[in-house]
Every structure is written in C-alpha cells, then in structure tokens.
T-cell receptor
Framework: TQLLEQSPQFLSIQEGENLTVYCNSS?????LQWYRQEPGEGPVLLVT?????EVKKLKRLTFQFGDARKDSSLHITAAQTGDTGLYLC????????????FGAGTQVVVTP | NAGVTQTPKFQVLKTGQSMTLQCAQD?????MSWYRQDPGMGLRLIHY???????DQGEVPNGYNVSRSTTEDFPLRLLSAAPSQTSVYFC??????????????FGPGTRLTVL
C-alpha cells in the first residue's frame, strides 16, 4: 500500500503571504494530482504532474513533482482569501491499475 | 451538462437499515468510482467501475455493493448500515481508466449519518 502523507495538516496565513504544502511518499507514483476542495463540495482538479522534476504553474500556484516521483509540493504566492480550502494530493502507482490514492489533505485558511 | 449528480444530499439511517446512494453522470464517462471521506483520512476508494457491467473493489469495500448496468449510473448500496459507515460519500467519473493525466470529476457528496 502506497501512502501519501501531506504536511502540514493545517495552515493559517494572512492575505499576501506565501505558503507551501507538501505531499510525500516512500513509493514511486506514475503521476500525481492536486485537488482543492471547498466546504460542502467535491474536490476539483488543479493540476496533474507526470514527469520527475516537472514544474507547472497555474497563475499564483506552482506545483513541483520530485525527481524520484515520490513527492510533490504546492507553493502559493501572495495568497488570497479565495485560496482558502482543503488541498488534496492524489497519486497513481505504476501497479495500481484504475486506482488513485489520496492524502489526508492540508486545510489552508487565508484571512484578510 | 449537469456533470456528476448525487442523491440524496443528506441521509440519517438507523443501524441495520439498508439504502442506496445514487450517482449519475451525463458526460459519457467510462470510469466511475465511489469514495468516502472521513476527518483526517482523506478520500478512500470503496469501489470503482471501468465500464458498464464491470466493477472492482477499492481500498475499503466491506459493507458496500455496487453495480453498473448503464454507463450513466453507478449506485452504491449499503446492505446493513453500521455507525462506522457514518461519512461523506463522493462519486466521481473520468473519461477513461485513471491513466496519467485523466481528471476525475466529483459530485457534491452525500453526508450519511448512521445512528
């Protein structure tokens, strides 16, 4: 069983600050996805990374996949209150046909 | 397109009762799945289907049954509800099996409480 550990569990920052959340595993993943979930709703995909060392940018969000494809990070620059939410990483292991595993998530709260 | 719809939104059951959580998608997606979300544990895969007539178990399948008679619908059945099944249940769909890069589209969830 490949486990995805996310850290920190909770993060509270003020608008304008930067933040980074992490997703780590001892196993290799063929791809990794980041989702954001708002209260009372289902998760919504932000990005998928598939190549070791890959960096993707989505406006103020920067996603990185580790060289060994065992870890990933999400960095938010100049956070806004609209960035508040639960950030989940999900990985597809090379031998887990049809199944994605999710981390427990990082709850991010951005205050004005 | 309505996307992925789930009914009911909220449900309270007594221990031992049975019920079916409904999930439908109008995107002609082949892959559908059910997850449960519990505090501090993320989403855990219950069952999934790669097409009509084909289902398989996920990480936590005990106490749940599924069937996939059509591409659009993927109901989740609780045979005899237990308090441990109190959770928020999400249905998701994807254009095809979760190969690299395929996005899962999630429904709004069903919040189930078993007393």
């Amino acid at each position: 069983t490949q486990l995805l550990e996310q850290s920190p569990q909770f993060l509270s920052i003020q608008e304008g600050e930067n933040l980074t959340v992490y997703c780590n595993s001892s196993s290799v993943f063929s791809s990794l996805q980041w989702y954001r979930q708002e209260p009372g709703e289902g998760p919504v995909l932000l990005v998928t990374v598939v190549t070791g060392g890959e960096v993707k940018k989505l406006k103020r969000l920067t996603f990185q996949f580790g060289d060994a494809r065992k870890d990933s990070s999400l960095h938010i620059t100049a956070a806004q209150t609209g960035d508040t939410g639960l950030y989940l990483c999900a990985g597809g292991a090379p031998d887990s046909w049809g199944k994605f595993q999710f981390g427990a998530g990082t709850q991010v709260v951005v205050t004005p | 397109n309505a996307g992925v719809t789930q009914t009911p939104k909220f449900q309270v059951l007594k221990t031992g009762q049975s019920m079916t959580l409904q999930c439908a998608q109008d995107m002609n997606h082949e892959y559908m799945s059910w997850y449960r979300q519990d505090p501090g544990m993320g989403l855990r895969l219950i069952h999934y289907s790669v097409g009509a007539g084909i289902t398989d178990q996920g990480e936590v399948p005990n106490g749940y049954n599924v069937s996939r008679s059509t591409t659009e619908d993927f109901p989740l059945r609780l045979l005899s509800a237990a308090p441990s099944q109190t959770s928020v249940y999400f249905c998701a769909s994807s254009p095809e099996i979760l190969a690299d890069g395929n996005e899962q589209f999630f429904g709004p969830g069903t919040r189930l409480t078993v007393l």
